[in-house]
């Protein structure tokens, strides 16, 4: 494998699932990143890890919670989620948090909440 | 508040030139990126500049004006497969990514 996966690629979850999303990155990248991506709108961030610390929560609600074991694994795990959630979910890495690096995306994960 | 402004959808022809403008307020700036996104696919990165000028890189260049608080992205021989949603994004004083919305761009042959 190379570059940054996702798994799922598809979840439909009902209201009262708990589920967990999975990103892995092969590039020996120090930070990753959780976005949340609604159509016709930006990008919006939700978590940050720089070296496998939480560096950012962009106000976002405890029915998502992150998870970094180590450097090359971020989890998102979801509960009790709103129909509002339905988004494409993507995760990325970088070299470190800021500066100049570019960012690189996995395929996302699509989420149907129902 | 910080804001990023792009076009929502261009239409264009095979073989010819777009650009997609960008125009930002932000506070801080530490540079700017360009990502092009097909549809069901990741972003990719195409560009970043921090200076002001042009940087050519094959078909695409990317222009920046911080004074103005804007950028460009210009496609040059347009190709089907050029059709894809085009990002810009802001590195704020907090070295933390703004992005806009995204520009749809339709290729017609």
């Known amino acids: 494998e190379t570059g940054v996966t996702q798994t799922p690629r598809h979840l439909v979850m009902g209201m009262t699932n708990k589920k967990s999303l999975k990103c892995e990155q092969h590039?020996?990248?120090?930070?990753m990143y959780w976005y949340k991506q609604s159509a016709k709108k930006p990008l919006e961030l939700m978590f940050v890890?720089?070296?496998?610390?939480?560096?950012e929560n962009n106000s976002v609600p405890s029915r998502f919670s992150p998870e970094c074991p180590n450097s090359s694994h971020l989890f998102l795990h979801l509960h009790t989620l709103q129909p509002e959630d339905s988004a494409l979910y993507l995760c990325?890495?970088?070299?470190?948090?800021?500066?100049?690096?570019?960012?690189?995306f996995g395929p996302g994960t699509r989420l149907t909440v129902t | 508040g910080q804001n990023i402004d792009q076009p929502t959808e261009m239409t264009a022809t095979e073989g010819a030139i777009v650009q997609i403008n960008c125009t930002y307020q932000t506070s801080g700036f530490n540079g700017l990126f360009w990502y092009q996104q097909h549809a069901g696919e990741a972003p990719t990165f195409l560009s970043y500049n921090v200076l002001d000028g042009l940087e050519e890189k094959g078909r695409f260049s990317s222009f920046l004006s911080r004074s103005k608080g804007y950028s460009y992205l210009l496609l040059k021989e347009l190709q089907m497969k050029d059709s894809a949603s085009y990002l810009c994004?802001?590195?704020?004083?907090?070295?933390?990514?703004?992005w806009g919305a995204g520009t749809k761009l339709i290729i017609k042959p």
């Open positions: 990325a890495s970088s070299q470190a948090r800021g500066a100049h690096y570019e960012q690189y």
């Open positions: 590039l020996g990248h120090n930070a």
């Open positions: 994004a802001v590195l704020d004083s907090n070295y933390q990514l703004i």
């Open positions: 890890y720089n070296f496998k610390e939480q560096t």
